[in-house]
Each structure stands twice: as C-alpha cells, then as structure tokens.
C-alpha cells in the first residue's frame, strides 16, 4: 500500500519567508511525528500528534515554528520567518500508535521527507 | 533517556553476516531495543524490535544479552544494498508526561559500507 507522502519534495525559500510543510500519512495510522535532520547530523524529534492534538511539542526549537493536524489524517509544518539554520531535511512518521499499551510498540513509518533549503 | 552507544562505521563485505553492536547499560524495564536503518536520501526504516528474547524477521535478528545492557542487530548475508546507517533506539513504552507518543530519539548510529 501507499507510504507516508510528504510535499514538496524539495523547497528553496529566502530568508524571512513563510514555508509551508505537508505530509500525508499512512491511512489509519493515528499517531503522526516530525523530526527534522540537519545535514551530516542525526534526526531531531519535533512534535508529535494523536489524532488532531499534539500532546508532546517539545521539540520545536522556536515559537517560529508550528504545526496542525486536520481530520486525523493530513499534517502541516509551519515555519514562519525562515532562518538560514532551519535548512534542513523535513521528515514525517506515522505509527498505528494508540491509547492501548498493545500498540505503543508500533514502527514508526516514514517519509522521504521535505529538502528545505533558506538562501 | 536511556543512552545508547555504537560504533560511527563498520565495513562488511557482501554475502556475508553482519554483527552490529550497541550498548545500553543504563536501560530501564520499560524500554524496548528498537533498531532503524536509514538508506542514502531516504527516511529511516523499521528493522526489528525486542524487550529480553532473541527476534527474527525476514531483514535481520536481534540478539539480546541476558542483562539487556548490550544488543547485536545481525544480518544474515549483506547486500550492497543493505549499505546504510544503523540506528539502536531505547524506545520507553512507558504513557507517562512527555512520552505520550513513545518517540524515538536518534543517535548518530553506525555507517555501514558493504563491499562487493
């Protein structure tokens, strides 16, 4: 079946604008991640929902960046007032993670993630 | 976060196993042993998962030492296209504030070359 999908693939930007994120997750998988990676770095852990709400946004770096989910499906990435240090791989996850411990082992799936680059 | 501690490269050659290690000392009950692997240009992928016993799936084993402070993530016969960074992951499956989603936290993970 389909993977998790992320838009675009690649996005040049200058500094000071507003990018946009998006990423599709797998169907049914309620639990949805962003992490980000910075080139020759490891994955950073942004913010993570269940259903529509985020109960763990610890990983934000900036009150510039924000995320929402709809529907309990789609899932944008929002950083306003890009900086050259938020060039970056974008990378999205959903998991079939839900309220019942038996499925607080489910894999992570992921993305191919968004290539931002802030000129 | 319970720590986790790999090599940062291994090189194998084709068609034959691969041992990776990674140690874990200060783990706790609740944390699983998860491994990822993450091929050039692409996301991380799921490899296998365990909590005490030896796993097998299709894509590799775990070997799990009976104190749980170290694990191997085998793979049988390495490919070139098995090329890729490794990563060992201590995933808390704890519900508790701030790790209502049992995130995963990367470490640097060990580069593995293959050579025909």
């Known amino acids: 079946g389909a993977g998790v999908s992320q838009s675009p693939s690649n996005k040049v930007t200058e500094k000071g604008k507003d990018v946009e994120l998006r990423c599709d997750p797998i169907?049914?998988?309620?639990?949805l991640y962003w992490y980000r990676q910075s080139l020759g770095q490891g994955l950073e852990f942004l913010i993570y929902?269940?259903?529509?709400?985020?109960?763990?946004k610890s990983g934000l770096p900036s009150d510039r960046f924000s995320a929402e989910r709809t529907g309990g499906s789609v899932s944008t990435l929002t950083i306003q007032r890009t900086q050259q240090e938020d060039s970056a791989v974008y990378l999205c996850?959903?998991?079939?993670?839900?309220?019942?411990?038996?499925?607080?082992?489910?894999?992570?799936?992921f993305g191919n993630g968004t290539r931002l680059t802030v000129t | 976060d319970a720590k986790t501690t790999q090599p940062n490269s291994m090189e194998s050659n084709e068609e034959e196993p691969v041992h990776l290690p990674c140690n874990h000392s200060?783990?706790?009950?609740?944390?699983?042993i998860h491994w990822y692997r993450q091929l050039p240009s692409q996301g991380p992928e799921y490899v296998i998962h365990?909590?005490?016993s030896n796993v097998n799936n299709r894509m590799a084993s775990l070997a799990i030492a009976e104190d749980r402070k170290s694990s191997t993530l085998i793979l049988h016969r390495a490919t070139l296209r098995d090329a890729a960074v490794y990563y060992c992951?201590?995933?808390?499956?704890?519900?508790?504030?701030?790790?209502?989603?049992?995130?995963?936290?990367f470490g640097q993970g060990t580069e593995l070359s293959v050579k025909p």
């Open positions: 996850a959903s998991s079939q993670r839900g309220p019942n411990r038996i499925s607080y082992n489910s894999p992570l799936h």
């Open positions: 169907s049914g998988h309620t639990a």
């Open positions: 929902f269940q259903g529509n709400s985020a109960p763990d």
């Open positions: 200060t783990i706790s009950g609740t944390d699983y």
């Open positions: 365990g909590l005490t």
């Open positions: 992951i201590l995933r808390d499956v704890q519900l508790r504030t701030g790790n209502q989603g049992g995130k995963l936290i």
